[in-house]
């Protein structure tokens, strides 16, 4: 009663004491003491109430056991407060032993060390054996990591963390990433995981893709490419990485090229703008360090002279030839190029038959710069395996967009010094494709493509997650170089861009909506019977036979006669436009609907010129030329076969007849004639037809335009791939 009960009541009420009780009882506040030894891999616990002249172990002796003093007095203890501290050590399943309670159970060791010790530091005092501290919770170690330059291309990272083996701490980093709370320590300490200076560190390691045998050895050695992406953590991070100066005159060097000392060449036939030696500036100093980099500067911004412009300042008696791979249209503009801004560079195309092929190639080595088509190095690429180049260029790099297709695989196995890439669309439709660019100028650089695709595609596109994003762009933005017209050229004269629709012929529209009610039950069925992912040919099928039916139905229907609303359309568009003194690009992805628009042009006695994927390189140019002349009103152009590599400033209407899924595809067209040397006024149309699938596209476009516009320097946007709920859109009525 008087040692339970009693000081319950004294809480809630004034309770007053016979003074008899004083005379048989006594009642006083103990001492609390605890004693802390180490006990094999675990702990035991000493408790001590001090009462005056007598000291309790309650791990020998009951609560309920009172004892009388030398005076005959009875010693009411306060079993309240042994039973409150008694009651910590059994919530973490202490044992008895000898007097003592003992712990050896790891995580049970660790939650008690990490969260009873605060507590019973309020109720009692703590006493620590030597042994004891050893198996305490290290709080106080830190991480030291440093980086240094040995070489132009290799870095040195150290992860110092005060007396701790690199073996050991490698093992801290894989308990980290196993996610685990602690790591016991071989002095069998316990060490929080939840430290933000371990974090930083592992999450450094994991995004460099250093393995645990290089920490554990002590001796990290990266890729120099690495550097900026360190210097960036260490700014946002506050990691407090120690750096060499040797490592920040690199890092500075590349975040600001335009303030390097590098002179154009003086035999360079041309005058740069601004921008462009800016990005010779960059091109020599990525070059300098051993490094690789996407000129994914916008179309018509002279990404080739600024090439020939580095590839002319390295020319010297001693040096390797270089080589280019261009698509087959650009070969003799590469030529036609370096003729006229690098006279002086010694250039070979190589191209013809096998035959004339070989005999070209036998003067590579004393060529300055050979070029050759992606469709040719396949073929010749036996020949290659012998060869080393200073430089190695890809023109509309965008053709190794698929890291498994042969040519992708051949031109990364050609050996050079140095690489680079040239593309205005580094993607287009998925985060692989920038991943197979990289891996061509830095394997390694994002990993493989698997990690590559867990760490950031599947997060970025799926679940959009912006952490991903920005350490995404962390890696890529110090070897993209991504400048804008709008920024550089303030010159270029105004753009302006509509989208005309046009309602289908009677007879187009019939079928159009017959078609489409097939398309919806083709689709169904051909989900449930193989599957949204395994139905991608057929629903491309399905899809663009609709999108033929709002071009022309006779581009597979065999004796139509009923029109195309939107041909009319186009035909009243050329008219008014020649008229009006323009001069006209049309664009169209099927060939088949150039066919058709030519026979009208025929039929209507408009002149033209028409280019597609058959015609000879040698032709492409001529037709540029002429056409910039003047001699023609209208140009036909495929949109696969012209979308790049044209300078055709001689426009200044460009029709886009029907819409491409990447709107990026379609602006690399218009960018056919919105570049350097365009002085006219650009109007670029959009034909449509109404109520039709085209006009979903059209809003699917805008839908997704600006989704990853973050990845690419600013402006550049790509089409994501549809999933499902998008393509079914597409069958809506």
Known sequence: FFTTVLPVLEKVAEVKRDPAFAKKYYYEEPEKRIYFDRFRDGITARIEFRYHDQVINPALRKPAENAEDTAGKIL??????????????????????????????????????????????????????EDFNKVSINRAARVSPGVKLVSSGLLELSLDYENISPQEFADILKSYKLKKKYYRMKNGSF?????????????????????????????????????????????????????????????????????????LPSSLQAHLRHYQENGFKWLKTLSAYGLGGILADDMGLGKTIQILSLLLSEKSEDS??????????????????????APSLQVIVIS?????????????????????????????????????????????????????????????????????????????????????????????????????????????????????????????????LRRLKKEVLQELPPKTENKMSSPMTAEQHKLYLAYLLQAQKDFQDEIQKN?????????????????????????????????????????????SAIDSGHRILVFSQFTGMLGLIKTQLEHASIPYYYLDGATPAEKRIKLVHFFNEGRQKVFLISLKAGGTGLNLTGADVVIHYDPWWNPAVEDQATDRAYRIGQK??????????????????????????????????????????????????????
């Not at 990993?447 to 920005?470: D, G, V, W």
């Not at 959009?686 to 402006?715: C, F």
Request: charged letters at 25%; proline letters at 4%; one cysteine or more.
């Open 76 to 129: 009411l203890r306060a079993t309240r407060d042994e039973k409150q501290l008694i009651e910590i050590f059994k919530r973490y399943m202490f044992q008895l032993y000898k007097g003592s309670f003992v712990l050896e159970e790891e995580n049970l060791l660790y939650s008690f060390l990490q969260e009873a010790l605060p507590e019973l530091e309020e109720l009692a005092g703590l006493y620590y054996s």
């Open 191 to 263: 060490l929080p995981l939840d430290n933000s200076e371990i974090k930083s560190v592992a999450e450094l390691v994991e995004d460099l893709d250093i393995s645990s045998n290089d920490i554990a050895r002590g001796d990290i050695q990266l890729p120099g490419y690495r550097a900026l992406y360190i210097d960036q953590i260490n700014r946002e991070k506050g990691l407090q990485i120690q750096r060499s100066s040797a490592f920040k005159t690199l890092v500075r060097e590349l975040r600001e090229p335009q303030e390097s000392d590098y002179a």
């Open 320 to 341: 390797l030839p270089s080589l280019v791979v261009a698509p087959t249209s650009l070969v003799y503009h590469w030529q036609d190029e370096a003729q006229r801004f």
């Open 352 to 480: 013809g038959t096998q035959s004339e092929r070989m005999e070209i190639l036998k003067s590579l080595d004393s060529c300055d710069l050979a070029v050759t088509s992606y469709g040719l190095i396949k073929r010749d690429f036996e020949y290659y395996q012998d060869h080393s180049f200073q430089y190695c260029i890809l023109d509309e790099a965008q053709n190794i967009k698929n890291p498994n297709t042969l040519v992708a695989k051949t031109v990364k196995q050609l050996q050079a010094s140095r690489r680079f890439a040239l593309t205005g669309t580094p993607m287009e439709n998925s985060l692989t494709e920038l991943w197979s660019i990289f891996d061509y100028l830095m394997p390694g650089y994002l990993l493989n493509h698997n990690k590559f695709k867990s760490r950031y595609e599947l997060p970025i596109i799926k679940n959009q997650q912006p952490e991903a994003m920005q350490d995404l762009k962390r890696h890529i933005q110090p070897f993209v």
């Open 531 to 575: 599957g949204f992912d395994r139905s991608q040919i057929k629903i491309l099928s399905i899809l663009t036979r609709l999108r033929q039916i709002c071009c022309h139905p006779s581009l597979f229907i065999e004796n139509y006669g009923g029109g195309s609303g939107k041909l009319e359309l186009l035909l009243e568009i050329l008219n």
């Open 680 to 733: 006219n006024a650009v109007q670029v149309i959009k034909l449509i037809s109404k109520d039709s699938i085209e006009e979903k596209i059209y809003e699917l476009q805008q839908k997704k335009k600006a989704l990853i516009d973050t990845v690419i320097q600013p402006g550049e946007s790509f089409l994501n791939k549809m999933n499902q709920e998008d393509i079914r859109s597409l069958f809506e009525i």
